[in-house]
C-alpha cells in the first residue's frame, strides 16, 4: 500500500518559530552571563565598591573607637 500524497504546504517534523526564538534568546543569555563572570562584571566586586570611588581604606569603627 502507498503512502498517502502529501500536500506541499505541511513539512512534517518542523520546529515552530518561537522555540527557535527562545532558544536563541536563551543562548545570547547565557553567552552574557557567561561573559560577565569571566572578566568581572561592571564596576567589579570588593570593599572599594561601597565607598564612592575614594580609593581609600576606612578601618571599622570598633578598630577606630580603640586607637588601633
Given at each position: 500500500m502507498a503512502d498517502p500524497?502529501?500536500?506541499p504546504d505541511i513539512e512534517p517534523h518542523t520546529t515552530p518559530r518561537w522555540v527557535k526564538v527562545s532558544g536563541i534568546i536563551a543562548l545570547v543569555v547565557i553567552l552574557?552571563?557567561?561573559i560577565l563572570l569571566v572578566t568581572?562584571?561592571?564596576?567589579?566586586h570588593?570593599?572599594?565598591?561601597?565607598?564612592?570611588g575614594l580609593g581609600?581604606?576606612?578601618p571599622p569603627a570598633s578598630?577606630?573607637?580603640h586607637g588601633v
Open positions: 500524497p502529501r500536500s552574557l552571563v557567561v568581572g562584571g561592571p564596576g567589579g570588593g570593599p572599594s565598591r561601597h565607598t564612592g581609600g581604606h576606612t578598630l577606630t573607637a
